[in-house]
Nanobody
């Protein structure tokens, strides 16, 4: 059974940093791509960042490029999202996700391409 469990969310101030972690378990050997999405009230789920499970390719949404970094810790079987210079607009529930499909660069941002999702962790950035 595949499981994705996010942690690390919380309440921070504008300009602060936060590191989210996603603990993974199950048949991860079949995964092709892992990523992070976020959703705030009244809005659609939004792509944040993704990477090949092998670590060979990463993709980051323009609004967070240079501030957010996705990475994988092979020893701990976790996927991290390091967030710096946080802004109130970054406030959302952040979801970890994984796909077994052979996603290409142009499709990595589509939530419908991912089969497995965590329960989400809330990030609130106060001004």
């Amino acid at each position: 059974q595949v499981q994705l469990v996010e942690s690390g969310g919380g309440l921070v101030m504008t300009g602060d940093s936060l590191k989210l972690s996603c603990a993974t378990s199950g048949r991860t050997a079949s995964w092709n791509t892992v990523g992070w999405f976020r959703q705030s009230p009244g809005k659609d789920r939004e792509f944040v960042a993704a990477m090949r499970w092998s670590g060979s390719t990463t993709k980051t949404e323009d609004s967070v490029k240079g501030r957010f970094t996705i990475s994988r810790d092979r020893a701990k079987n976790t996927v991290q999202l390091e967030m710096r210079s946080l802004k109130p607009d970054d406030t959302a529930v952040y979801y970890c996700t994984a796909s077994t499909r052979g996603l290409i660069w142009s499709t990595m941002h589509r939530p419908g391409e991912y089969e497995y999702w965590g329960q989400g962790t809330q990030v609130t950035v106060s001004s």
